[in-house]
Every structure is written in structure tokens, then in C-alpha cells.
T-cell receptor, first 116, second 116 residues
Framework: DAKTTQPTSMDCAEGRAANLPCNHS???????VYWYRQIHSQGPQYIIH???NNETNEMASLIITEDRKSSTLILPHATLRDTAVYYC?????????????????FGKGTSLLVTP | EAQVTQNPRYLITVTGKKLTVTCSQN?????MSWYRQDPGLGLRQIYY???????DKGDVPEGYKVSRKEKRNFPLILESPSPNQTSLYFC???????????????FGAGSRLTVL
């Protein structure tokens, strides 16, 4: 899996957009970018994933640069409940009959603090 | 509601007293796994199971056992717990087919174990 680099921590004011960057300069053509978050001591929660097109769901938007070497997770209107550690993970898709059980490498992530 | 349920959520035990942490999922997922999370070490995979009666070691399997007799259940067994197994444990599941979505793990709420 390609290595990812994220800032250790970030702050964001409540109601503002939180933009969390992730660098994955060695990403391969068949690797997807996944984002998870972990609110203090809770189980990690899947947010969004993408290959090369920008993606949006009810939680966030994912912007992937054209060269795919970096991406940004956007929380459009951050709330206090968005305070969490955000993990950017790069991984090939699991296809039918895959026998790989390799763990996702969550790394250290970015600790996002949303302030009032 | 689609979920992974772990029990107990909190447990304090003593060295050598066998214990089992149960994990159950209601999403008909083939793949299940156990992680432990320790400060500074992140999430590390203990064991995983690709399907019923198929289990394999993750990165830190020493001192743990698992079984997968039914698709929905994946208990974690500590035969003789030691203080270095004091940790926060997460069970997770996902499907194994269908491309990129098969990397979407659903985690349980966590089980905090203290071994004295």
C-alpha cells in the first residue's frame, strides 16, 4: 500500500469548512483513497473513498488532485461533534475471490479540533 | 440497523483468568477481524477471518485465540491474560466482494480491557 502523510493536528472553527490534506505521492493506478475517522475511543467510522474523481456524500467531500498524489477531505460545515482523528488510507480494491486479509494501515492520522 | 456488537464494553480482570470478548455482526459480512489500539502504536490487527472456519494471524496474534463457527460471530479469547494485553479492542467486519467498497470496514464500539 502506498504511504500517506497527514498533518499531526489541525484546528477549525465551528461552522467553517474543515479541509484535511493527505499526501500519497507513491499511489498506484489501482489504489483508492479511503478516509475514516475515530471520535475519542470509539470505533473508527468510514467516511468516504475515491479513485480519481471527486466524491461527495452526506458526511464529506473528497477532492483528489489530477495526478492523484494528494487529496483533501472536506467537512463543509464542521461541528463540535466532528472533533476526531481522521485517517487517510490508500489501498487497492478487494475484488471478488480475493484472499487477502491484510489489515488496513490506519497510521497516526490528523487530530482535528473543532472549536466554538 | 447494520452494526457490529462487542461485549463486554469494559472489563477489569486479573492475570491468568481466561476471558472471551464476543463480537457479532448483522450484515452477513464474510470478513471479520480484531484490532487492538494502544497509545502511540495505533490500530494493530490481531486476527482475521475470511469466512466461516477460516482464520489467520494478523500482526500481533500472540496470547490470543479466535474461532469462527458461525458467519455472524467472531469471539476473541484470551486464555491466560497478562498485563501487556491491557488495551482497547475493536472488532470489525466487511464484505469481501464488490470492488472498492469491500475495503469499507464497520467497527464495533470497542472493549476496554484492563488486566491487573
Amino acid at each position: 500500500d502506498a504511504k500517506t502523510t497527514q498533518p499531526t493536528s489541525m484546528d477549525c472553527a465551528e461552522g467553517r469548512a474543515a479541509n484535511l490534506p493527505c499526501n500519497h505521492s507513491t499511489i498506484s493506478g489501482n489504489e483508492y483513497v479511503y478516509w475514516y475517522r475515530q471520535i475519542h475511543s470509539q470505533g473508527p467510522q468510514y467516511i468516504i473513498h475515491g479513485l480519481k474523481n471527486n466524491e461527495t456524500n452526506e458526511m464529506a467531500s473528497l477532492i483528489i488532485t489530477e495526478d492523484r498524489k494528494s487529496s483533501t477531505l472536506i467537512l463543509p460545515h464542521a461541528t463540535l461533534r466532528d472533533t476526531a482523528v481522521y485517517y487517510c488510507i490508500v489501498r487497492v480494491a478487494f475484488f471478488l475471490n480475493s484472499n487477502s486479509g491484510y489489515a488496513l494501515n490506519f497510521g497516526k492520522g490528523t487530530s482535528l479540533l473543532v472549536t466554538p | 440497523e447494520a452494526q457490529v456488537t462487542q461485549n463486554p464494553r469494559y472489563l477489569i480482570t486479573v492475570t491468568g483468568k481466561k476471558l472471551t470478548v464476543t463480537c457479532s455482526q448483522n450484515m452477513n459480512h464474510e470478513y471479520m477481524s480484531w484490532y487492538r489500539q494502544d497509545p502511540g502504536l495505533g490500530l494493530r490487527q490481531i486476527y482475521y477471518s475470511m469466512n466461516v472456519e477460516v482464520t489467520d494471524k494478523g500482526d500481533v496474534p500472540e496470547g490470543y485465540k479466535v474461532s469462527r463457527k458461525e458467519k455472524r460471530n467472531f469471539p476473541l479469547i484470551l486464555e491466560s491474560p497478562s498485563p501487556n494485553q491491557t488495551s482497547l479492542y475493536f472488532c470489525a467486519s466487511r464484505r469481501t466482494s464488490g470492488g472498492s467498497g469491500a475495503n469499507v470496514l464497520t467497527f464495533g464500539a470497542g472493549s476496554r480491557l484492563t488486566v491487573l
